[in-house]
C-alpha cells in the first residue's frame, strides 16, 4: 500500500497528534475511523499515509482470501474484506490514480484473475483440515479466482519478500473466533511461499492446528517475528452459574469483564480483533448462556444490547491497557453466512459469485463496532469485510470439510477469501 518499507519501526507520532481519527467520506455506505469529524455511514475511502501503519495495513488485507482480501503493495497490503459496500475505514495506504489521491477502495467488482491463488492448501502444514475443500474433493476451482477490483484505483501484486521484512522482529496477535483463526491461517500460509527454509516456521509449543487449543503461536525463525492467534469468541469472559439463578441459566457472559486471558493480548505490535459468530441464540440462550453484569444476571437484555455492552467492555480495556505508541490496534466487521435458510440445514455453494449481496451486506454487530469505535480517545483501525463477503457465496466449505455430512456456509475454503480479508 505504501512505498518504502525499508524501516520496521512504528511511526505513530504522526497518528497521535490529534488523537484518533474518523476518515472522511462521502457515499452513504460506512463510517470512517480516523477523523474527527462526524462519524456516518459512507462508502469507506482510504488515504494514502507514508507511516509504518499504512505499510501495515495492507498485510492485514491479504489474509482473509475467503472473506475478502488482503492485498500486498510494495511490501504493504491493503484489507479487503467481505463488506463491498461499507468498507473499513482506517489507515491509508495506497497511492490513487485519479486527482484527488482518493479511492473508494470498496466501490468495485469482484473479476476473474489467473494469477491466483497465491498458495496450495494441502502443501501448507497450517492449514486445518476442515477448510482445505480442494483436498476434501471440491472440484471446481473458479471460486480461487477471483479478485476485488476497486473502480477508480488498482492494487499492485503481493510482494511476500516486502512483507517478510516488514514483519521482522515484530509480534501479530489475532483473538477472535474461527473466522479471525482461518485468516490467521491463511496469512501464515501465504508469507511461508516466501520462506526457503519451511522448517524454520513452526509452531511454538509444537501443537496441531485445532480449534480447541485457545493459543496458537507460528513463529518465523529466519525473520524473527511470530503471528499468533487467541481463541476468544466473545471477547468478554464465559463463567458458570452464578449462585442464585433461574435454572434455565447454565451460564453467563460477564459482559463488564474482558476475557481473562486478555494479559496475554498486550504488548504486541499489531492486534487484530473479532467477534460476532456465537452472538447468536443457538449459541446462548439455547444453551443455557444468558448475560451478567456485576453479581447480576440480566434475563431481559436482548444480544444487539449485550454485544454492544461487552464491546465497551473491550474498548475500555484498549484505552487503558494498550500503549498506542507502539500497537496499531485493527477490528474486523461481521462476516456474513449464506445458509439457504435460518435453520442452518441447507447450505448451497455456487459457483460464482453472487450479483447481489441480498441483504447479508447489512449487520447490526457491524454497526455496533462503528458505534463504539467512534467514540474511542485511541486510533482503531476498522476493517469492514461485510459487504464484500456477502457476494461470496461460492467461496464457503460447504460440504468439502472433514466432516461432509455436516454442512458449513458459515467458513471460507482455504485459499479463498480470507486471503482477503487480510
Known amino acids: 500500500m505504501v512505498n518504502n518499507l525499508s524501516s520496521t519501526s512504528f511511526n505513530r507520532r504522526a497518528l497521535n497528534a490529534e488523537g484518533p481519527r474518523i476518515l472522511n467520506v462521502s457515499s452513504p455506505k460506512a463510517l470512517n475511523v480516523l477523523s474527527t469529524k462526524p462519524l456516518c455511514f459512507h462508502s469507506p475511502r482510504i488515504y494514502h499515509n507514508s507511516g509504518w501503519v499504512s505499510r501495515l495495513f495492507p498485510v492485514l488485507v491479504l489474509v ?28 491509508g495506504v495506497l497511492k490513487f490514480n485519479d486527482s484527488r489521491n482518493v479511492c473508494d477502495f470498496f ?24 477448510f482445505n475443500c480442494l483436498g476434501n474433493g471440491r472440484k471446481d476451482k473458479d471460486y480461487l479466482k477471483w479478485r476485488w477490483k476497486p473502480k477508480d484505483c488498482d492494487i499492485r501484486r503481493f510482494n511476500v519478500r516486502n512483507v517478510l521484512e516488514m514483519l521482522r522482529d515484530k509480534r501479530i496477535v489475532f483473538v477472535g473466533d474461527s473466522m479471525s ?19 524454520s516456521v513452526y509452531e511454538v509449543n509444537g501443537n496441531r492446528i485445532t480449534k480447541r487449543i485457545r493459543f496458537l503461536g507460528v513463529r518465523f525463525a529466519s525473520f524473527n517475528f511470530t503471528i499468533e492467534f487467541f481463541r476468544s469468541v466473545f471477547l468478554v469472559q464465559h463463567g458458570w452459574m452464578p449462585r442464585h439463578a433461574p435454572k434455565r441459566v447454565r451460564s453467563t457472559l460477564k459482559l463488564d469483564k474482558l476475557d481473562d486471558i486478555s494479559n496475554e493480548w498486550i ?26 453484569v456485576g453479581n447480576s444476571v440480566k434475563l431481559g437484555i436482548s444480544i444487539p444490547a449485550a454485544y454492544k455492552t461487552a464491546l ?23 462476516e456474513p453466512s449464506h445458509w439457504s435458510e435460518k435453520s442452518r440445514r441447507f447450505c448451497n455453494v455456487t459457483q460464482n459469485p453472487l450479483s447481489e449481496t441480498e441483504g447479508r451486506d447489512q449487520s447490526i454487530f457491524s454497526e455496533t463496532i462503528f458505534e463504539v469505535v467512534k467514540n474511542m480517545t485511541v486510533p482503531i483501525a476498522i476493517l ?39
Open 64 to 91: 482473509g482470501a475467503l472473506l475478502s482480501f488482503i492485498i500486498l503493495l510494495n511490501g504493504g497490503y491493503i484489507y479487503v474484506l467481505p463488506s463491498l459496500t461499507r468498507a473499513f475505514h482506517g489507515y
Open 312 to 334: 465497551s467492555t473491550w474498548a475500555s480495556w484498549v484505552e487503558n491497557t494498550i500503549d498506542a505508541n507502539r500497537t496499531l490496534v485493527f477490528f474486523r466487521t461481521f
Open 384 to 422: 469492514q469485510v461485510t459487504s464484500m463477503s456477502a457476494f461470496r457465496r461460492d467461496a464457503h466449505v460447504g460440504e468439502w470439510s472433514d466432516k461432509p455430512l455436516v454442512p458449513d456456509c458459515s467458513h471460507w475454503c482455504l485459499p479463498g477469501l480470507p486471503r482477503y480479508l487480510e
Open 267 to 292: 504488548n504486541a505490535d499489531v492486534l487484530i480483533f473479532n467477534t460476532g459468530q456465537w452472538w447468536v441464540p443457538g449459541k446462548l440462550f439455547e444453551t443455557g448462556c444468558y448475560f451478567q
Open 107 to 130: 466501490d468495485g467488482s469482484w473479476i476473474i484473475d489467473d494469477y491466483y491463488p497465491l498458495y496450495n492448501a494441502s502443501d501448507c502444514p497450517f492449514v486445518e483440515q476442515g
Open 181 to 199: 483463526r482461518t485468516q490467521w491461517e491463511s496469512l501464515i500460509c501465504l508469507l511461508m511461499t516466501g520462506v526457503e527454509d519451511k522448517k
